[in-house]
């Protein structure tokens, strides 16, 4: 866009058009098409000062008497006029380039003609007919341009041409977008011009106002009719009549460039509180929460507090005005109505006003928001736990969402809303929930399904079983694995493993979204921690290795990003994995997993060791990251006092290898991060009772080739354990077979039978083993090639699948010693937990020894 210095310049040299075409596009730059309106203002108001002290400008060296005569002939014009201006020197140029056929130089200046008016508009001005008069005579010109060019022997030169083209084409676009006013222009081209200077002269003393405005009190500015100076001096009436018309300029510019977003929202608030009717309302409150949300377009930074705030509110009042007025229904898809009319139940056919809206996109947004602004917030200060308070209003507004449409009977966004709340406590302790529902319990719209009695189970358990007759499978496997997270939290394995199972989520999971994955894995793991809390070893350890076995545990729980070594992330890779991060309160303590996870493989393992005798059966861990731990331990030729968890568990092993589960069990007990499970002190007493089994158990493997009777009371005494313990222990190795030897009640002693296979027994039972894994291989191989088991997606009433699926179920029922070796060989995340769960968490996890 041209400056006010170069209009006079242009008009000027008449003589010399060549001279100023070079000029012009000498003085044609991206800087000062971004002048604006402010600057030239700011200008004015310096050169008005300047003017006011004559001597400034003879301190400056300005001793020109032409200089002050200019100075003092210059005006003062408002932005308006020196935009006019503006466009009036642009067509100047435009003229001059016509007169020499220069097509290169028309079409830069049209289009900065043609920003000039978009500009104009975006400021709610009406288009000058100076520009519609520029559009018809351009069009002509460019028209008989071609003609001449087709008729000429000598044609234009190629640059030349395809400006020309080019400038038809611009012509031809904005005549389209303008047809309206050139009709009525060509029409009455005098009526055109009267009613444009009439709006020019009808908004003039629009300014004064606005100033008498300001120096009034507060109580003048809020009248019956609230009139506001807008950009360039326009003014908008505020009146129960305009608000139609305003809102649908605003919606006009909604998404342009310039459009101002905070004055947008000025103008939306103001005539949310002239709107009277319900419609009216409505209407204005779904154009100012969208307008809310547009205020930060970035995906990368999350919405300010305080237009969250705002906009959740605003999203509470237009939930209270459709629950109050239930003749008013906001759909998604809605027949086409005028935007400009009033609409009322008495004009609508069956009595009920549709407008076009969602309340639940709103209810998703707001959520987003909030977890967003948790992502970037600093976990560990108080700034983030401010935050954190903002969730109860949040829980409150979806509580109120999940109502409404259950009013009006919307099964599709009922579901969603109550998958929405459903996440906001499947997570939280009772204390917390119970928190968020007392605040529901006072609220004047209240849903269906409430916390009753303070037993939270019961109130996931009716949100689950809402969502499990919902049509939308993904709601379907995710309030499962809600529901399944929440039964492992309050320690009940059972029911949460069989849920998990009976589902067949593992063998499907891998084709399911990146936060349907996220979601499964956080299940597992929680699954992995009730065991371990209950002192269910064995399935704690099963449960937990084949996420540890991937090394990328924090990636998996989207509580870091994990950094491979020959790996690099794309900028857009990078950005998508830490959008999908969770907020810190969500996180599972890594380290508490880890340890629990290392305990349980101790436990596991040890014994285990103990109990083989040929070098190529050691190698078939069923830990491998613990072993490899065992091993670099192993290989420390000192080790000092343990400072870490890992150090803790390593010296542990190899005090539980030589027999000494005392000191086992201190360095066990000792561990730190023990504190934060709950009920600490019953998970101590837990572990050091299985430190004194597996240590008996590892002793009696170690020690059994070198006894040939042992007395059980001695044993009883050495690990501090009751007699019937001791019994029972050694009676249930001798049933499955993990040691050979007799029990000798009368006697009260163990009597060892030694059993030494030979070479060819010893190559027997491994080919047998191997053969053994390959079957079960195949047959899981062609379940996936063939993939005719039914899952949990596919079954709309929650039944049993076909008989093929009950077979595969009985399948993975079925465990063995190299089970664990195999952990993790498979392709996909799910695959490997399906491996793990349906084989090692089931009623048979008993290994062969």
């Given at each position: ?22 000029l012009k596009s000498a003085g044609d730059s991206d800087s000062s098409d971004e002048s ?581 059966q050691k190698r078939k861990a069923i830990s491998k990251p613990f072993r490899r731990l ?158 005719v088991s039914n899952t949990w997606n596919d079954r709309g009433d929650g039944g049993k ?49």
């Amino acid at each position: 866009m041209s400056s006010d210095e170069e209009g006079p310049k242009q008009a000027a040299p008449a003589a010399k058009p060549a001279m100023s075409r070079f000029l012009k596009s000498a003085g044609d730059s991206d800087s000062s098409d971004e002048s604006s309106s402010e600057e030239e203002e700011m200008s004015s108001d310096e050169e008005q000062q300047q003017a006011r002290r004559p001597g400034g400008r003879f301190m400056h060296g300005a001793s020109s008497d032409e200089e002050s005569d200019e100075d003092q002939k210059r005006v003062v014009k408002s932005a308006r006029d020196k935009r006019l201006d503006e466009m009036e020197a642009t067509g100047k140029v435009m003229d001059n380039a016509l007169k020499i056929n220069d097509w290169v130089a028309i079409s830069n200046e049209f289009e900065k003609l043609v920003r000039m008016v978009q500009r104009q508009q975006n400021v709610a001005e009406p288009v000058p007919p100076f520009y519609l008069r520029t559009l018809i005579d351009l069009e002509k010109s460019a028209n008989a341009a071609v003609v001449k060019d087709k008729e000429s022997k000598k044609k234009m030169n190629a640059s030349n041409a395809r400006a020309l083209t080019a400038v038809k084409q611009k012509v031809k676009k904005v005549a389209k977008e303008f047809e309206s006013e050139l009709k009525r222009f060509q029409e009455d081209p005098e009526g055109f011009e009267r009613d444009f200077q009439a709006t020019f002269v009808s908004e003039a003393p629009a300014p004064a106002k606005a100033k008498k405005a300001k120096k009034g009190n507060d109580e003048e500015e809020e009248d019956e009719e609230f009139t506001t100076v807008g950009k360039g001096g326009k003014a908008i009436q505020f009146t129960p009549e305009s608000i139609f018309k305003n809102l649908q300029v605003v919606q006009e510019a909604r998404g342009k460039k310039n459009t101002d977003r905070a004055e947008q929202i000025r103008i939306l608030e103001k005539l949310l509180e002239v709107a009277v009717t319900p419609y009216q309302q409505i209407r204005v409150l779904l154009a100012l929460i969208a307008s809310r949300f547009d205020y930060n377009s970035s995906v990368a930074t999350h919405m300010p507090a305080e237009l969250w705030l705002s906009a959740q509110k605003e999203v509470d009042q237009l939930i209270a005005i459709v629950a109050k007025e239930p003749a008013y229904s906001i759909q998604e898809i809605t027949e086409d109505y005028d935007d400009l009319a009033e609409r009322s139940p008495k004009t609508e056919k069956d009595g009920i006003v549709r407008i076009r809206g969602s309340v639940i996109s709103f209810v998703d947004r707001l959520d987003d928001e909030f977890t967003k602004s948790l992502q970037n917030i600093d976990p560990h200060g108080t700034e983030y736990v401010d935050r954190l308070k903002d969730e109860k209003g949040l829980y409150c507004t979806i509580c109120r969402a999940q109502a409404l449409y259950e009013k009006t009977k919307q099964e599709d966004p009922l579901g969603r809303v109550i998958m929405r709340r459903l996440e906001h406590i499947y997570s939280k302790p009772d204390p917390v929930v119970l928190a968020l529902e007392a605040t529901v319990a006072t609220n004047d719209l209240k849903p269906s399904v409430v916390l009753s009695d303070s037993q939270t189970s019961s109130l996931i358990h009716s949100l689950c079983v809402h969502l499990y007759k919902s049509g939308n499978s993904l709601l379907r496997t995710r309030a499962m694995l809600c529901h399944i997270y929440h039964y492992a939290l309050h320690n009940d394995f059972h029911t949460a493993r069989d849920m998990l199972l009976m589902s067949h989520l593992q063998e499907s999971i891998h084709n399911a979204d990146v936060a349907t994955q996220i979601l499964y894995n956080r299940t597992v793991v929680q699954l992995g921690l009730s065991a371990f809390r209950c002192g269910l070893i064995k399935e704690a350890q099963a449960t937990l290795q084949d996420i540890f076995a991937t090394q990328r545990v924090k990636e998996l729980l989207a509580q870091g990003v994990h950094q491979q070594r020959y790996q690099v992330l794309t900028p857009e890779q990078e950005k998508a994995e830490r959008q999908r991060q969770l907020p810190f309160h969500m996180h599972i303590n890594t380290e508490l997993l880890e340890a629990a996870f290392l305990v349980s493989s101790m436990l596991v393992e040890i014994p285990l060791l103990a109990s083989i005798d040929s070098e190529e059966q050691k190698r078939k861990a069923i830990s491998k990251p613990f072993r490899r731990l065992l091993d670099f331990a192993d290989r420390q030729v000192f080790t000092g006092p343990p400072e870490s968890t890992r150090d803790h568990i390593m010296q542990a092993s190899k005090a539980l290898q030589n027999g000494e589960w005392e000191k086992c069990r201190d360095l066990i007990q000792s561990i730190k991060i023990w504190s934060l499970m709950p009920e600490c002190a019953a998970v101590k007493e837990m572990l050091a009772k299985r430190i004194q089994e597996e240590g008996l158990r590892t002793y009696l493997f170690t020690y059994a080739p070198h006894y040939r009777t042992l007395s059980l009371s001695l044993l009883a005494k050495t690990f501090s354990l009751s007699l019937r313990s001791v019994t029972s222990l050694v009676s249930k190795m001798i049933w499955t077979e993990e040691l050979a030897a007799a029990l000798d009640q009368s006697a009260g002693v163990v009597v060892f039978n030694r059993v030494e296979l030979t070479r060819t027994q010893q190559l027997a039972q491994t080919l047998a083993d191997k053969v053994n894994a390959m079957v079960e291989q195949n047959e899981k191989s062609l379940d996936q090639r063939l993939g005719v088991s039914n899952t949990w997606n596919d079954r709309g009433d929650g039944g049993k699948g076909d008989k093929r699926g009950e077979q595969t179920q009985e399948r993975n029922r079925r465990g063995d010693r190299t089970r664990g070796a195999r952990g993790g060989a498979r392709g996909g995340r799910g695959a490997r937990f399906a491996q793990g769960l349906g084989s090692q968490m089931a009623g048979n996890t008993q290994r062969n020894r």
